[in-house]
């Protein structure tokens, strides 16, 4: 009788195999349903995260490169007038041997443009060199082909002179030197003269995709000899300045021989007029 009760106990009953199946499904099912919320939660924080690369890039791109600071989107700055050292002008003063201004400072502090102009307050006693050649700009040599020259440069630098303006536009990028070569380039050694970096902005008006050739020399060569400005020279040969040598000579006999044939031909002309 004992032994049976144990068996009795051992035995599981079918409600209670079928109670256990049923609970053992369910702890399976509630499993698998947090293992795949679990998947399902990765899933969406690998898309956030590819989502978060991808917005980051996209801003990257847009942005400004690293130094130009203006913001994505923004317009060129307008073109601009840049007086050359503010009111201090362009001018130096041979008494004291100094500049009226400190202009590396100055240009240090401003941004420039293609389409810009410099504006130099100046006089004749100091010129203007523009230049892209930076062994030019170091020796204060404007004898490079490829300097362009303003203004007088006949130094001097007493003060009094009378002012005028010299404006210069900005045509190339990169790297623009700019000195004044008056009295042998002691004004640029004294420190006359700055560089400058240009840089794109609205690129070239159409003014000045094509400008005029700037001058290459400070005065005007003499006029050919024999033109209306300069008769004098006209004759077999120049003689010396001042007085009246065989090439001025050479020269009135050559107009006088001129005009006798002349008065021959019109004498001529009317003999044949009246013969008729």
């Known amino acids: 009788m004992y032994m049976y009760n144990i068996y009795l106990l051992d035995t599981p009953s079918p409600r209670r195999a079928t109670t256990f199946a049923s609970t053992q499904q369910t702890v399976e099912l509630s499993s698998k349903l947090k293992k795949s919320r679990s998947m399902e939660r990765c899933r969406l924080r690998s898309a956030a995260a590819v ?22 989107g923004s317009p060129a700055p307008p073109y601009k007038n840049h007086t050359v050292a503010g009111a201090d002008g362009w001018f130096f003063n041979a008494a004291s041997n100094s500049t009226s ?39 204060c040599d404007a004898t490079d082909p490829e300097s362009f020259i303003y203004g007088g440069g006949g130094g001097g630098g007493g003060g009094l002179e009378e002012t005028h303006s010299i404006a210069i536009a900005l045509t ?23 560089e400058i970096k240009v840089d794109e902005g609205r690129g070239l008006p159409p003014d000045l ?6 001058p290459k020399s400070r005065v005007l060569a003499p006029p050919p000899a ?24 050479g020269g009135s006999r050559a107009m006088g021989a001129g005009e006798r044939f002349l008065g021959l031909a019109i004498g001529v002309g009317l003999a044949v007029l009246v013969a008729a």
Not at 58 to 71: D, R, V
């Open 209 to 214: 995709a094509h400008p005029p050739p700037a």
């Open 51 to 72: 989502v978060a690369v991808a917005v980051a890039v996209a801003a990257a791109l847009a942005s400004p490169a690293a130094g130009q600071g203006a913001p994505a």
């Open 101 to 139: 201004g400190n202009y590396s400072d100055w240009a240090a502090g401003e941004a420039f443009y293609l389409g810009d102009y410099l504006i130099f307050k100046t006089n004749d006693n100091s010129s203007v060199v523009h230049t892209a050649n930076s062994t030019a700009y170091s020796l």
């Open 226 to 249: 024999g033109t209306s400005f300069n008769p004098v020279e006209v004759g077999a040969g120049a003689g010396a300045a001042g007085d009246l040598t065989e090439g001025k000579n």
């Open 172 to 194: 190339f990028k990169g790297p623009n030197y700019f000195f004044s070569d008056a009295e042998d380039g002691a004004q640029c050694e004294q420190g006359m003269r700055f």
